[in-house]
């Protein structure tokens, strides 16, 4: 979420001899952790909510 820093990643991957197929693997990973995070979250959000009622 640090456009910054993740614009520096990308620049320093291929230097340090990451491979585009490589670099597109960690992207995927990224969005699978992502979607986790997200289900995880709303399942705790709606146990939240469910308390303050």
Do not use: D, W
Not at 20 to 39: D, H, P, W
């Amino acid at each position: 979420m640090y456009a910054p820093g993740t614009r520096r990643h990308f620049k320093a991957a291929p230097k340090a001899g990451a491979t585009m197929e490589e670099i597109t693997a960690v992207l995927k990973r990224c969005v699978v952790q992502g979607v986790q995070a997200l289900n995880l979250g709303v399942a705790i959000l709606a146990q939240e909510l469910s308390h303050h009622k």
